[in-house]
Every structure is written in C-alpha cells, then in structure tokens.
Nanobody, 122 residues
Framework: QVQLVESGGGLVQAGGSLRLSCAAS????????MGWYRQAPGKQRDLVAT???????NYADSVKGRFAISRDNAKNTVYLQMNSLKPEDTAVYSC????????????????WGQGTLVTVSS
C-alpha cells in the first residue's frame, strides 16, 4: 500500500506565497510521474503541474511563471512552490503519484493525496 501525505496549505493574502509538500511512503520500487491537481468549489479537478522522473515539467497556463514543481527522489517527495498567489488559485490541492510497487510482481500503482486547502484572500 502506498500512502501520500500532503502539507503546506493554508490562508494567504493575494500576492503571497505558499509551498506544498507531498511525501509518498510504503512499499515503493520506483516513482515515475508526480503531480499536483486542484479543485475549486463547484468546479472539476484540473491539472496544475507535473514532473517526470527525469525532471521534465508541465504547467497549466494559468500558473506558468508563478508556480514551480520540484521533487526529491531520495525522499519520494514532490513540492509545489506557489508565488504571486491570486484569489482564483483558491482550491483543494491534491498530489498524484504513479510508480511501481516494491513487492513482487512490482505492479504499477496510482495514488492520490487527501488534499490540502489553499485559500487566497483579496
């Protein structure tokens, strides 16, 4: 079983910054893509940013230039640095991790974090 534990959400004023963390634990052989998604009230869940095992990144147009995704492979952790936050960034942010389980037959896993609320006040 693979678990994801997120931290770093909270309340911030517009223009401020927050850093989200998501640590994967359990029986893990390897991790491929890691990413962050968000869901605002009454809206669908949208991709925010992803990062591959090789470090390639992908961002939603709405966050380009303001958010930065990174990962620490030794800690099985993905981060999301959010700068110049706007009220429209208010949402529940969830991390997503794909990889291979550490127990034979090393099946793929696809895990989601519980979500952390980010609220940006104007």
């Amino acid at each position: 079983q693979v678990q994801l534990v997120e931290s770093g959400g909270g309340l911030v004023q517009a223009g401020g910054s927050l850093r989200l963390s998501c640590a994967a634990s359990g029986s893990i052989l390897s991790i491929n893509d890691m990413g962050w998604y968000r869901q605002a009230p009454g809206k669908q869940r949208d991709l925010v940013a992803t990062i591959s095992s090789g470090g390639s990144t992908n961002y939603a147009d709405s966050v380009k230039g303001r958010f930065a995704i990174s990962r620490d492979n030794a800690k099985n952790t993905v981060y999301l640095q959010m700068n110049s936050l706007k009220p429209e960034d208010t949402a529940v942010y969830s991390c997503h991790v794909e990889g291979l389980k550490g127990i034979w037959p090393y099946r793929p896993f696809d895990a989601w974090g519980q979500g952390t609320l980010v609220t940006v006040s104007s």
